[in-house]
């Protein structure tokens, strides 16, 4: 078995152990995001519709992988995942396995913990053994790799121990979970995504999007909220290089940003990107739209008055 796989299966059983990580082992980079994200924390169903993705091809962040399941169910398959956290493959076939056998219903008790099944509850059911039992066989028929992962969490480690250790908290109550992805919003999408998703093969790219070379150019790029955490300039650089991987015509979201509309007015306290003026000045030849849209604060209070925004570039 390759070195590169047992020395991440030791650092997840130690992030289940309460150990801490040892990140310049596992990866120069991945800082405080070796937790992976359980869910977006995006409103994708704010954006998605923006972008056409049918029969194109997407390049995506996103360790919860719900960037990409939601454009499998738009009828996108050629996806490229990059993400800096390591278990993002893993955690994708989990929940592709998921998908394909287990019920709506009990795919949100198996992967929801925080605010589930109430706001202020715990789930400890989450990542319960019963619906692992249901869904392991078609993991390893997925990929065998994931499945030896998760497989050897689920026995040495408490199954929900896992859930909460390698996780990040940053997750929303199911009532919002629900509204911004579009294959969770009912039943009837989770079915159309059970079909969808079963021959997708997503490609996996583990590194920092600023450093990784691509080999190829797509038809759409998402880079989440990726932007918040760099200066202008670090984006400035992060969207030249990347304009390069974007076909004619293609978009590319360079940045979402939490209750924000176009005239908000910038705190010092914030993150450079939200200082808009100035970002407009030095993107400039990229903002092509900027589009908003009901925020997840929206979405948790019922206000449609409460909203995130994109900023895309169209080639
Ligand atoms: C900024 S985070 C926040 C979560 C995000 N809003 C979502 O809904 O998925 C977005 C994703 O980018 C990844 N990430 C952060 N910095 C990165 C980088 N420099 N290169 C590649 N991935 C990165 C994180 O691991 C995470 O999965």
Same mark, same amino acid.
């Given at each position: 078995?390759?070195?590169?796989?047992?020395?991440?299966?030791?650092?997840?059983?130690?992030?289940?152990?309460?150990?801490?990580?040892?990140?310049?082992?596992?990866?120069?980079?991945?800082?405080?995001?070796?937790?992976?994200?359980?869910?977006?924390?995006?409103?994708?169903?704010?954006?998605?519709?923006?972008?056409?993705?049918?029969?194109?091809?997407?390049? %995506? %962040?996103?360790?919860?992988?719900?960037?990409?399941?939601?454009?499998?169910?738009?009828?996108?398959?050629?996806?490229?995942?990059?993400?800096?956290?390591?278990? %993002?493959?893993?955690?994708?076939?989990?929940?592709?396995?998921?998908?394909?056998?287990?019920?709506?219903?009990?795919?949100?008790?198996?992967?929801?913990?925080?605010?589930?099944?109430?706001?202020?509850?715990?789930?400890?059911?989450?990542?319960?053994?019963?619906?692992?039992?249901?869904?392991?066989?078609?993991?390893?028929?997925?990929?065998?790799?994931?499945?030896?992962?998760?497989?050897?969490?689920?026995?040495?480690?408490?199954?929900?121990?896992?859930?909460?250790?390698?996780?990040?908290?940053?997750?929303?109550?199911?009532?919002?979970?629900?509204?911004?992805?579009?294959?969770?919003?009912?039943?009837?999408?989770?079915?159309?995504?059970?079909?969808?998703?079963?021959?997708?093969?997503?490609?996996?790219?583990?590194?920092?999007?600023?450093?990784?070379?691509?080999?190829?150019?797509?038809?759409?790029?998402?880079?989440?909220?990726?932007?918040?955490?760099?200066?202008?300039?670090?984006?400035?650089?992060?969207?030249?290089?990347?304009?390069?991987?974007?076909?004619?015509?293609?978009?590319?979201?360079?940045?979402?940003?939490?209750?924000?509309?176009?005239? %908000?007015?910038?705190?010092?306290?914030?993150?450079?990107?939200?200082?808009?003026?100035?970002?407009?000045?030095?993107?400039?030849?990229?903002?092509?739209?900027?589009?908003?849209?009901?925020?997840?604060?929206?979405?948790?209070?019922?206000?449609?008055?409460?909203?995130?925004?994109?900023?895309?570039?169209?080639?």
């Amino acid at each position: 078995m390759d070195k590169r796989f047992i020395l991440l299966l030791r650092n997840a059983i130690n992030l289940a152990n309460d150990k801490l990580m040892n990140c310049h082992e596992v990866s120069e980079e991945c800082g405080k995001f070796f937790w992976i994200y359980p869910f977006t924390n995006e409103n994708i169903n704010g954006y998605i519709d923006l972008f056409n993705l049918k029969d194109r091809s997407l390049l %995506t %962040t996103g360790s919860s992988s719900d960037q990409a399941i939601n454009a499998i169910l738009k009828g996108c398959s050629d996806i490229t995942v990059v993400d800096i956290n390591p278990f %993002t493959k893993y955690y994708f076939n989990l929940k592709k396995a998921a998908i394909l056998t287990l019920s709506y219903e009990e795919f949100f008790k198996f992967f929801c913990y925080v605010d589930y099944p109430k706001v202020f509850k715990y789930n400890y059911d989450a990542f319960n053994y019963g619906s692992y039992v249901k869904l392991k066989n078609i993991l390893k028929e997925l990929d065998e790799k994931s499945f030896l992962f998760w497989d050897t969490l689920f026995d040495v480690c408490k199954p929900n121990d896992v859930r909460r250790k390698l996780f990040s908290n940053d997750e929303e109550r199911l009532s919002v979970i629900k509204g911004i992805n579009p294959y969770l919003k009912d039943e009837n999408m989770y079915k159309k995504t059970k079909i969808k998703i079963e021959n997708i093969n997503l490609k996996f790219i583990e590194g920092d999007i600023f450093k990784i070379k691509l080999e190829k150019t797509y038809d759409n790029i998402f880079l989440s909220n990726i932007g918040t955490y760099y200066s202008l300039e670090e984006n400035k650089t992060l969207i030249d290089k990347l304009e390069n991987n974007l076909n004619d015509n293609g978009k590319m979201l360079m940045c979402y940003l939490y209750q924000t509309v176009r005239d %908000t007015k910038y705190r010092e306290e914030w993150n450079p990107i939200y200082n808009l003026d100035k970002t407009f000045e030095i993107l400039e030849d990229y903002v092509t739209y900027f589009e908003s849209f009901q925020g997840i604060r929206g979405l948790m209070f019922e206000d449609k008055n409460i909203k995130d925004s994109v900023m895309i570039y169209k080639k």
